[in-house]
């Protein structure tokens, strides 16, 4: 008999999971306050509400009335009941992004699909199903799937006017309103996803990291941008749509690494994914995984992206997305950033205007000595997260009041540098030295005194010395339509060739007739026409 009562009780233990949910402070508490309910009296007097005794049975010895009771309906009145007692406990449930969320005190949690289906099993089971009846797989998979139909939708949907900005810490939630920042309780109403590892302090400092930053990054516009980058994560795209990501740029040892770890330790890391730019360009299992993230950071671009995509998930934009083993669905309303490392730029970006506009190229190209080269700082940096926060609260301000990250010279000179470098047309003009001997917007035909040469001919050295630097040539028709932004382009001309109006200095300090302009000038013209494009 012993050995039976053992076999019962271990038939009736908890599993895991459930000895894990029980263990949650909030699930535990709403599973535990579930009430029993008499299903068969509610169908009963749901009938008779709605004037269906048709569905009663009487039992003749008794009186009684009766009805039969489907496990279908039972799952129905189980989610009913699990929402309202969440509700009693200052918590709910939300469907979010697809995904089953609660609110777990400060901000709302993603609960995984196994730990969601036994805790919806558990509550079952404290509400009358037998043990056995809870636990098994359909009836758990009908208990999980009633929950999610009932509340599949958020129930607040905030006009743009009215959002606001909120950054959850340990110590409560920080509220923007009249361009300051107040400390309050956390409530479930500010739809927060996370919640920061450390507290508010207003009067922390961060010396080690601004000694850190001053050397790695000595001008201070430059770090005024990083911290307005970290503290763009915390505003909602609808709130102010820049439409701005950051690239970390630089090579060897120049704290571009503790910039990584350290932005990760002040989000978060469960806030913050790592996928390369290639990943999210063409896998939606990866870009699925953006939502209910802060920030997407990580430490290489990765091979080949697809600008297009690149460009509407930096600019907030609908994408499609698939979870695994679902359909495929749109992720909308997201508030996740975009930040990378690299140590050389992206090269298939070919004079792309709107890729350009929406980088924030920042230059790391201080090499920091080996005696001063410190692997366990970012340990360090630890200790000092609230100070370096309230550098992140100045930069959150400064975005808000300007709708702009701040004018860094260090910031537009690498910029410019790039886009002169992505267009390799631009490039070769500028390092072979060709200058223009007529305006480009010239309107009258030229005679063959005037110098010039054939665009075959330009075409040919161009492509030489795209081969010769390893860069990837555009085609023909690419290049004629890049020179003539360039210099001024004649066709018609003797034997039916195409001249271009342009030459090269025979010695570096030739100097340039009055009626022509230097190639400065029309390298800052084209960069002009391309910022002007859209």
Request: aromatic fraction near 10%.
């Amino acid at each position: 008999m012993k050995t039976d009562l053992n076999i019962i009780n271990i038939c009736l233990s908890d599993t895991p999971m459930q000895e894990f949910i029980r263990e949650n402070r909030i699930l535990g508490r709403i599973i535990s306050a579930i009430p029993e309910i008499p299903f068969e009296k509610v169908k009963i007097g749901e009938c008779i509400r709605k004037g269906r005794e048709d569905l009663l049975y009487e039992n003749k010895k008794t009186g009684a009335k009766h009805t039969k009771i489907t496990i279908e309906e039972k799952c129905v009145y189980v989610s009913k009941v699990l929402k309202k007692v969440a509700e009693e406990h200052n918590s709910d449930f939300l469907i979010l992004d697809g995904f089953l969320h609660y609110f777990n005190g400060a901000y709302w949690e993603k609960i995984d699909e196994s730990v969601a289906s036994d805790c919806i099993s558990m509550a079952a089971e404290k509400a009358g199903f037998l043990p056995v009846e809870a636990q098994q797989e359909n009836n758990k998979k009908k208990l999980l799937r009633q929950f999610i139909a009932d509340y599949k939708c958020p129930p607040i949907q905030t006009k743009d006017d009215d959002l606001s900005i909120s950054v959850n810490l340990r110590n409560g939630t920080l509220k923007y309103n009249n361009g300051e920042f107040t400390l309050r309780d956390f409530q479930k109403e500010d739809m927060l996803r996370y919640q920061l590892s450390f507290d508010y302090d207003p009067d922390a400092t961060c010396p080690q990291f601004d000694e850190f930053l001053d050397y790695v990054l000595p001008e201070k516009q430059a770090q005024d941008v990083l911290m307005e980058m970290i503290g763009y994560c915390f505003i909602p795209t609808r709130k102010l749509k820049l439409e701005r990501s950051m690239m970390l740029y630089g090579e060897g040892a120049n704290g571009k690494g503790v910039i990584y770890e350290l932005v990760k330790e002040i989000l978060g890391k469960e806030h913050v994914t790592g996928f390369s730019m290639a990943a999210l360009s063409f896998d939606a299992n990866t870009r699925a995984q953006l939502s209910g993230k802060l920030l997407n950071y990580s430490s290489e671009l990765g091979g080949k992206c697809n600008p297009d995509m690149i460009k509407k998930l930096i600019s907030g934009e609908d994408v499609e997305v698939k979870t695994l083993y679902k359909d495929v669905w749109t992720m909308q309303d997201y508030t996740c950033k975009f930040m990378f490392n690299t140590n050389s730029l992206p090269k298939e970006t070919e004079a792309n205007v709107a890729f350009f506009r929406r980088w924030i190229i920042l230059p790391f190209d201080v090499t920091i000595a080996k005696e001063k080269r410190d692997k366990k700082l970012p340990d360090k940096l630890k200790k000092e997260l609230s100070g370096i926060f309230n550098r992140v609260i100045s930069g959150i301000k400064r975005l808000l009041e300007r709708e702009d990250f701040t004018e860094s010279e260090l910031v537009n000179r690498t910029l410019e540098e790039y886009k002169i470098r992505s267009n390799t047309v631009l490039f070769w003009v500028k390092k072979e030295g060709w200058f223009a001997v007529v305006p480009p917007e010239n309107t009258e035909r030229k005679s063959a005194k005037v110098p010039h040469v054939e665009l075959d001919f330009l075409y040919e050295k161009y492509v030489a010395f795209c081969k010769k630097k390893g860069m990837h040539e555009t085609s023909n028709a690419t290049f004629n339509e890049r020179i003539r932004k360039l210099f001024y382009v004649q066709t018609g001309s003797t034997n039916n060739a195409t001249w271009v109006f342009c030459d090269k200095p025979k010695e570096k300090d030739i100097p340039v007739s009055d009626d022509t302009q230097s190639p400065k000038s029309y390298v800052e013209r084209f960069i002009d026409n391309l910022n002007e494009e859209k």
